[in-house]
């Protein structure tokens, strides 16, 4: 017999908890029938075209992200719109999506922040933001790594470690300086550089980061920053999550990962121009 959509929704929920979302995020079934039965799951970074159609090429009962596709309120979903034309074509290919966002972000084990520490060699990994003290669900990780390493070092072993992107990494502070404790936050964690900082963290990696807050920790002299794709941040949470979810279901769905990179920056230009 089948699994339901319903039972892979359940396994879903009870790892990354609905209740964990923000209160502006768009979590959970985005649409499918929850009695329809679900064979093949596909998981990605983000709900677009491309990733829709690896979905529907492989067979894919369900597709499973981490970035929601109506994040914003909508009134319609015309098949000439952008996003109307995702939800057509998933109904059409007879495919459920169904999205895992900040509320994955914060699980208390395996969840984007769990993976992205793991993917970048850090232990005994605490929340950098706990939803409550002691608590092991919260916003990003900090860990130590087994020695420390200059700072050069590390974002070799991060770039290393993550999807090549066209930003590749970008590091604010002294290459020769070296770093154990680390600060992670997969996608924008801009806000957790004072958390890093007063958390001792030598360095945070993250995404998204602006020129003023990364100027700010330069002048108070920690932590260093790292600043990575937001795609490439959270792509390590996608085989965690697939596995995660055949285990589940005891292996009675097949899961897949999307290989397909859905980072908006396609190349990048090396400056040859003149030194300041």
């Known amino acids: 017999m089948a699994i339901t959509l319903g039972t892979v929704i359940s396994a879903l929920e009870a790892r990354y908890d609905p209740a964990l979302a923000e209160p502006w995020d768009a979590v959970g079934l985005v649409c499918g029938d929850r009695a329809a039965p679900v064979r093949r799951?596909?998981?990605?970074?983000?709900?677009?075209?491309?990733?829709v159609e690896e979905a529907l090429d492989?067979?894919?009962?369900?597709?499973?992200?981490?970035?929601p596709l109506l994040l914003t309120a909508v009134h319609g979903v015309p098949a000439d719109d952008p996003k109307g034309r995702i939800v057509h074509r998933l109904i059409r290919g007879g495919a459920a999506l169904f999205v895992a966002h900040t509320n994955a972000d914060r699980a208390p084990e395996g969840g984007v922040?769990?993976?992205?520490?793991?993917?970048?060699?850090?232990r005994d990994t605490v929340p950098l933001e706990p939803v409550a003290p002691g608590s092991r669900a919260g916003l990003g990780r900090i860990g130590r790594l087994d020695r420390a390493v200059p700072?050069?070092?590390?974002?070799?072993?991060?770039?290393a470690a993550l999807p090549v992107?066209?930003?590749?990494?970008?590091v604010a502070g002294d290459a020769g300086r070296r770093v154990q404790t680390v600060a992670v936050c997969g996608g924008s964690g801009g806000s957790l550089i004072g958390a890093a900082a007063a958390a001792g963290a030598d360095v945070l990696l993250t995404s998204d980061l602006r020129h003023h807050p990364a100027s700010e920790a330069a002048e108070r002299?920690?932590?260093?920053?790292l600043d990575v794709a937001h795609y490439a941040s959270e792509w390590p949470w996608l085989p965690v999550a697939a596995e995660a979810l055949a285990r589940d279901l005891r292996n009675d769905v097949e899961v897949?990962?999307?290989?397909?990179?859905?980072?908006p920056w396609t190349s990048s230009v090396p400056q040859a121009g003149r030194a300041l």
């Open 256 to 263: 897949a990962v999307s290989r397909r990179s859905t980072d």
């Open 221 to 225: 002299g920690a932590p260093a920053l």
């Open 58 to 67: 492989g067979g894919a009962d369900l597709l499973v992200t981490h970035h």
């Open 151 to 159: 700072l050069a070092q590390f974002a070799a072993e991060v770039a």
């Open 41 to 51: 799951v596909l998981f990605a970074v983000d709900p677009v075209g491309v990733v």
């Open 165 to 170: 992107t066209a930003g590749a990494v970008r």
């Open 113 to 122: 922040n769990d993976a992205l520490a793991a993917a970048v060699g850090l």
